[in-house]
């Protein structure tokens, strides 16, 4: 019963060609957070959406943007990768005051 | 005042035995400290958390020891296991209506040797 889903699971793109990454969840969670974790590397939080308010982080690159259509999904744009932006991408949720919810992550290999 | 400093980086443990994981904070408006088990390729779960109004907590073979006024708080598994083996986050978290702040310490890549 996958709680927290990613597509793809795997994404190669190349230098400068923007992508996007989704994430749904089946938990209902008002909140739904979007990391950076590059390897051997705590995960960085980018993002999140408390609701339909959207909170930036203030070191999070104007080159990364979000969209949050409905409660269920989450999009991370990434408008012209860069080859320091391959990482592993996270989406995660919450309730308010309660624990996060991962999904498996997003690999993003920029050629 | 964002920061949280986790020790070890890595920590090697015979089976059975206890393995130890500490985290340090600086802000006082945080008020939720879970830790994440994290295994390679997957993302982060929750193993354990607490909050400040408890010193300790514990479920199963883990245990969370908070000490409010040195702002640091610790994992504990006991009769550590070869599946242990796994990379483990501490986070500390202010959960304000609106604002909230979220930091995960570095990480600490723990191995189980038999």
């Known amino acids: 019963d996958a709680m927290v889903i990613q597509n793809p699971r795997y994404q190669v793109t190349q230098f400068g060609k923007p992508v996007t990454l989704s994430c749904s969840q089946t938990l209902n969670h008002n909140v739904m957070y979007w990391y950076q974790q590059k390897s051997s590397q705590a995960p960085k939080l980018l993002f999140h959406y408390y609701d339909k308010d959207f909170n930036n982080e203030a070191d999070t690159p104007d080159n990364f943007q979000s969209r949050r259509p409905n409660t269920s999904f989450c999009f991370l744009d990434i408008r012209s990768p860069g080859l320091g932006d391959a990482a592993m991408y996270l989406c995660a949720t919450s309730r308010r005051l309660e624990t996060q919810y991962f999904g498996p992550g997003t690999r993003l290999l920029v050629l | 005042q964002q920061q949280v400093k986790q020790s070890p980086q890595s920590l090697i443990v015979q089976k059975g035995g206890i393995s130890i994981i500490n985290c340090a904070y600086e802000n006082t408006a945080f008020d939720y400290f879970p830790w994440y088990q994290q295994f390679p390729g997957k993302g982060p779960a929750l193993l354990i958390a607490i909050r400040p109004d408890v010193s300790e907590k514990k479920e199963g073979r883990f245990t969370i020891s908070f000490n409010k006024s040195a702002k640091q708080f610790s994992l504990h598994i006991m009769d550590s296991q070869p599946g242990d083996s796994a990379t483990y986050f501490c986070?500390?978290?202010?959960?304000?209506?609106?604002?909230?702040?979220?930091?995960f310490g570095t990480g600490t890549r723990l191995t189980i040797i038999p």
């Open positions: 986070e500390a978290s202010a959960r304000d209506f609106g604002n909230e702040k979220l930091t």
